[in-house]
């Protein structure tokens, strides 16, 4: 497709229920990032992936957080036992290789979670 | 601790006149800014970047201008539109060597009307 793509748009779950978002990043773009904004708030940075490298998880806010990234492409973000504090938007961006220049991520519309 | 501030929370210009929204930043490893425009239920659209190594960069009706010794940047939108009107993030990223992702970190965005 010609941008990032998100799925699904929007998410009501139940506190303590797990939830998956899905991802698809630019076609060719090798970068992958997961950030979030809460309300009120700027963006927030959660998980990086480079192409084969381990990704870094250094934004993660908890252990009930992960990604993974098949296959070079489509990344899937799970949080586990959902708390209300997880409501928020999710949005993934993707560039290319790390050259000067080129780096400048392109976001998806997000994926709107609400826990209840 | 808030690495990059949008101290303005809101903003309104009349049609045809200078826009001017600004950004300050404390991380001195800064070396890439980047302002996105985001309207409500989309994620954020690329407007300008700047590197450090310049002190201005200029697109169309965008004017970004960089202060390295004041770590303050600001964008300038000139003549403003109605269609400007949207909540403006200002974004920093670390890519020096040993830098690790180019994550970027957000202000807390300004939001803008621009009135006909």
């Known amino acids: 497709g010609a941008g990032v793509s998100q799925s699904p748009s929007n998410k009501v779950t139940e506190k303590g229920k797990d939830v998956e978002l899905r991802c698809d990043p630019i076609s060719g773009h090798t970068a992958l990032y997961w950030y979030r904004q809460s309300l009120g708030q700027g963006l927030e940075f959660l998980i990086y992936?480079?192409?084969?490298?381990?990704?870094?998880k250094s934004g993660l806010p908890s252990d009930r957080f992960s990604a993974e990234r098949t296959g070079g492409s489509v990344s899937t973000l799970t949080i586990q036992r959902t708390q209300q504090e997880d409501s928020a938007v999710y949005l993934c961006?993707?560039?290319?290789?790390?050259?000067?220049?080129?780096?400048?991520?392109?976001f998806g519309p997000g994926t709107r979670l609400l826990v209840l | 601790d808030q690495q990059v501030k949008q101290n303005s929370p809101s903003l309104s210009v009349q049609e045809g006149r200078i826009s001017i929204l600004n950004c300050d930043y404390t991380n001195s490893m800064f070396d890439y800014f980047l302002w996105y425009k985001k309207y409500p239920a989309e994620g954020p659209t690329f407007l300008i970047s700047?590197?450090?190594?310049?002190d201005k960069n200029e697109d169309g009706r965008f004017t970004v201008f960089l202060n390295k010794s004041a770590k303050h940047l600001s964008l300038h939108i000139v003549p403003s539109q109605p269609g400007d009107s949207a909540v403006y993030f200002c974004?920093?990223?670390?890519?020096?060597?040993?830098?690790?992702?180019?994550?970027?970190?957000f202000g807390k965005g300004t939001k803008l009307s621009v009135i006909p």
């Open positions: 961006a993707s560039s290319s290789v790390r050259i000067a220049g080129t780096e400048t991520q392109y």
């Open positions: 974004a920093a990223s670390a890519r020096g060597p040993g830098a690790g992702s180019y994550q970027l970190t």
């Open positions: 992936f480079q192409g084969n490298s381990a990704p870094d």
């Open positions: 700047i590197s450090s190594i310049k």
